[in-house]
């Protein structure tokens, strides 16, 4: 090492030399430069003593350095067998004091094992409880004395054992009270505000506008779910918010806290008009159909009804009026009154004829209408699920979402169908009844009137 | 008391079955009013009604000409209206008290698989309420239906003996 030094040093310095000398003086002949060389000997010389000396003085401190190192790493070992001797000495000790610890602790350590399980079922149970909402804090105490216990250096004071217990009552008390408090509510627009609500149990919390809440763990806070249920349970929230004291009915979802998991999907469940795109274009035409139906049977039921009011006026005049088939029936026999009994028979049930397709019109329509509705839905659903058999072919039965969602749009055209053909039922049964009602004067009745009339005129 | 008991339980008895259920109800109570109302009409007005055709008939001077067979059809068939009034009616609601039902237990399912699309279908306790749905209607349009034909069936008996019965006291003189 020392020897490398020494040779990169000498070598650095040649070179330094032959360069100084070229570049100081140009040689103006072969003379001058041989002059110049034998200058440039003997101060190289004269240096080269000078560097020696120097060398020979450094490697002397080295040979001091290296003795004086030595003395020291000796000291040191020294130092380090004591400190190991000390380290072993403490090793003792310390165990010697844990297994006094130990000893002085006793029973306490099965407590703090349950209290430090205790504690820990308790941080998950409170994290989704809803009477943290209207106890906040409860959360940093219980993160505190899980630290406390988790580390060796402390112990639970009496104070804190004393707070988990009461923690706990505390819980288990609230837990069968209905109370109201007032808590910050988030409205589902996002804005905050500072509202009065209503705890039942642990199982829901209601605004005092009657509104169900969800309590959002990860915030501490309450918030409005997006879509509330159906209408009763709103007004029996509302009923419970108004009620001071007594029994209140009152829809609560025993699914479990944070609002519960059957209320949450109310947020995911379509609503009707979303269910009606499910339906898709058999939906579409399903719903158009049903249209026509309604349509046409409400024409017709008004049809009829001016049609019957008339019939009814023509039965009570003695005079044939045009403008309802009982009176153009009985105009074939007034226009003919001598004609013989057989050929008036005859002309009449041609008349009566003639005037039943005006009157049932449209209602075979109707009833073929009430007939398809349901094979409409019935196709709907077969396409539907169709459609969510090949999603399952392609992407495996492993996600019961995506099916679950594909076989409930594939049912809603059944619903529709039934929906179309059970009024469509209805209004035909009735439309037709009315037209019978017609067809049944004209038909049976009509004759009769005619002989009445006759009779009538003989006897006068 | 009991009145606030027994509402309690139709009302829950309701609520787990769906607004379907009140369909149905409403659809039981129309068939049963019909009902009731043609029984009630067969055990009053019925007489008077037969009474007043037969003596109209019995008061013609003569019954066997053209003009008094023509006669006799319009007061059968004018009896025969009154005594079949309603009972299309009552049929059609027979036939669409299943119907109902069927819509019950497709609308419950419905709701069974939108809580499955929620929750994965992990949760069996949530979808109990849907197929509650589900079942309660079938089996209401299905006690509505039955109820029904048979009363129907014994109405239209009825009608069609007092129809036949009527044409047969309507003698005619050959």
Sequence with gaps: ?460 | MYLNDVLDFIFRFMEQGGPVLWFIAALTFALWTLVFERFWYFNTSLRQDLDSAISTWEARRERKSWNARQIRRQLISQANLKINAGLPMIKTLVALAPLFGLMGTVTGMIEVFNIMAVTGGGDAKSMAGGVSKATIPTMAGMVAALSGVFANTYVTQIAERESVLLEDHLTTDH
């Design chain 1, 1 to 460: 090492m020392k020897m490398s030094l020494i040779k990169s040093a000498v070598v650095a310095s040649v070179l330094a030399i032959a360069s100084s000398t070229v570049m100081a003086q140009d040689a103006r002949s072969l003379d001058q430069l041989l002059n110049f060389v034998k200058q440039g000997q003997a101060t190289e010389a004269k240096e080269n003593k000078a560097r020696e000396a120097r060398f020979k003085n450094a490697k002397n401190r080295q040979a001091q350095l290296l003795a004086e190192a030595k003395v020291m790493r000796k000291n040191e070992e020294d130092r380090s067998a004591r400190l190991e001797n000390t380290f072993e000495q403490n090793e003792l000790k310390v165990a010697e004091k844990q297994r006094q610890l130990k000893e002085r602790l006793g029973t306490l350590t099965e407590l703090f094992g349950h209290l430090t399980s205790t504690a820990g079922d308790l941080r998950s149970s409170f994290g989704n409880s809803l009477i943290s909402a209207q106890y906040p804090g409860r959360d940093e105490f219980l993160d505190e004395l899980i630290a406390k216990m988790s580390g060796a250096e402390q112990l639970p004071s009496i104070e804190e054992i004393e707070r988990l217990w009461f923690e706990i009552q505390r819980e288990m008390t609230e837990s069968g009270k209905v109370v109201s408090f007032t808590a910050e509510v988030a409205k589902p627009g996002g804005e905050k505000e500072s509202r009065t609500v209503v705890r039942v149990g642990t199982f829901n919390v209601i605004s005092d506008e009657g509104r169900y809440l969800q309590y959002i763990a990860e915030t501490n806070t309450l918030a409005e779910l997006a879509r509330q249920p159906s209408g009763a349970y709103i007004g029996w929230a509302s009923d419970l918010a108004g009620s001071t004291s007594g029994k209140v009915p009152f829809g609560a979802d025993p699914t479990g806290p944070s609002g519960g998991s059957f209320l949450a999907a109310l947020i995911n469940s379509p609503t009707i008009e979303e269910r009606w795109h499910q339906g898709g274009n058999v939906g579409y035409a399903i719903t158009a159909v049903g249209a026509l139906a309604f349509l046409l049977a409400i024409w017709r039921l008004i049809v009829l009804a001016a049609m019957s009011s008339k019939v009814s006026a023509q039965l009570k005049s003695d005079k044939a009026n045009t403008n309802n088939p009982l009176g153009r029936v009985l105009m074939v026999h007034e226009q003919n009154p001598t004609m013989d009994t057989e050929t008036l028979e005859l002309k009449l049930s041609e008349a009566v004829m003639k005037e039943v397709p005006k009157i049932e019109f449209g209602l075979n329509l109707l009833k073929i209408i009430a007939a398809v509705a349901p094979l409409m839905g019935l196709l709907g659903t077969v396409t539907g699920m169709i459609i969510t058999f090949q999603a399952i072919t392609i992407f495996g039965a492993g996600d019961p979402k995506a099916m679950a969602g594909g076989i409930s749009g594939a049912l809603v055209t059944t619903v529709l169908g039934l929906l179309v053909a059970i009024p469509t039922v209805l209004l035909h049964t009735v439309t037709n009844g009315q037209a019978k009602k017609v067809i049944h004067v004209l038909d049976e009745q009509s004759t009769g009137i005619i002989a009445e009339h006759t009779e009538a005129q003989l006897g006068k």
